[in-house]
């Protein structure tokens, strides 16, 4: 088992920028993970996700302006956020893969706002 822990959000104006930061309980080495997103009314969907080797997808709303990466040494993975807009608030979700079952942290709010 292992505890996720999302940190970085808050309140920005559009165009600006945030990172956000996963800390993992235990190692992450070998897993994939990924950031995800819920705004109110709508499903969760995936932001960007990163392979234990590190390649990268994105959603496409989110290609040019965000961008995931992870420190292994320190279990944390991150999602640096430029040119935000209105659109990309939510409740931003870190998930981590696992053969038998995902796991996910409590997740942290991202405002986008004027």
């Known amino acids: 088992q292992v505890q996720l822990v999302e940190s970085g959000g808050g309140l920005v104006q559009p165009g600006g920028s945030l990172r956000l930061s996963c800390a993992a309980s235990?190692?992450?080495?070998?897993?994939?993970m990924g950031w995800y997103r819920q705004a109110p009314g709508k499903q969760r969907e995936l932001v960007a996700r990163?392979?234990?080797?590190?390649?990268?997808n994105y959603a496409a709303s989110v290609k040019g302006r965000f961008t995931i990466s992870r420190d292994n040494a320190k279990n944390t993975m991150y999602l640096q956020m430029n040119s935000l807009k209105p659109e990309d608030t939510a409740v931003y979700y870190c998930?981590?893969?696992?053969?038998?079952?995902?796991?996910w942290g409590q997740g942290t709010q991202v405002t986008v706002s004027s």
């Open positions: 235990g190692s992450i080495s070998i897993y994939a």
């Open positions: 990163i392979t234990n080797s590190e390649s990268t």
């Open positions: 998930n981590q893969e696992r053969m038998t079952r995902a796991y």
